[in-house]
């Protein structure tokens, strides 16, 4: 037992400090489905990248509530606060920070538009038509990927003051941080922040650490002599 805990502590030990070396310049390498993605969608193609969701918000939901709700869904779930960036030549991901990522949230950073705003539609118009109409719309503007947050939200609400009006929530992420099994957890983080419920406990291994163990693993003999062995036999 107590062979296997040193060996344990020494394994944990040699991985933090694979982590550190990894974000010495304050980057981490990009994962192989994020290396695919960058591949495939290049130069114009990168920002249309894009996977959104509508989400009805409880009525009277404010802007400030939403930015709280994403201010600590970024304190949660580091792939949101994650910009992707050419180190050397090389594709790398940065964590911007939670302070850097929530200035961006409250709209107090400068190097881009605020990543939360409303759009107000015509009272006569359905408001899941109209959320649906807003979505597509980001989704041809697209999200640039160098210097910023990789997500921003859109509250459609109906052109009128009330203060219990019901609105929806658009939420535009780009792929390279985001998928279907995402927008599930996601989902019910936001509704139970939103309803304030406790959260399910937060995972213990992160974006950035999941990033660098595969990075590690491509760099293993034995999985780069069957990444050299596959193409041919493809």
């Known amino acids: 037992v107590q062979a296997g805990r040193r060996s344990r502590h020494q394994t944990e030990r040699r991985r933090d400090q694979r982590f550190r070396a990894a974000s010495a310049d304050g980057t981490y390498p990009l994962s192989p489905p994020q290396r695919w993605y960058l591949r495939v969608f290049q130069n114009e193609l990168l920002k249309s990248g894009i996977v959104y969701f509508t989400l009805p918000l409880p009525q009277g939901t404010d802007v400030s509530t939403v930015q709280e709700v994403l201010t600590t869904l970024t304190d949660r779930h580091d792939a949101l606060r994650m910009s992707v960036e050419i180190v ?31 759009v107000n539609v015509d009272r006569d118009e359905d408001l899941a038509e109209a959320a649906d109409r807003v979505s597509q719309a980001e989704q041809r503007q697209g999200i640039i990927v160098n210097g910023g947050p990789l997500f921003r939200a859109v509250i459609v609400r109906q052109n009128f003051d009330l203060t219990d009006q019901a609105c929806y929530l658009v939420l535009i992420v780009h792929h390279l941080i985001f998928d279907g099994f ?39 003999s034995a999985n780069q002599a069957a990444a050299r062995w596959w193409p041919d036999y493809l």
């Open 88 to 118: 050397h030549g090389l594709w790398r991901q940065r964590d911007l920070g939670r302070e850097t990522v929530a200035d961006f949230i409250h709209g107090k950073a400068h190097t881009r538009p605020a990543i939360v705003r409303v």
């Open 182 to 220: 995402s927008r599930v957890i996601l989902t019910e983080d936001i509704l139970a922040l939103l309803n304030k419920l406790p959260l399910d406990p937060a995972s213990p291994y992160s974006y950035r650490h999941y990033s660098i163990s595969r990075a590690d693993e491509e760099r293993n």
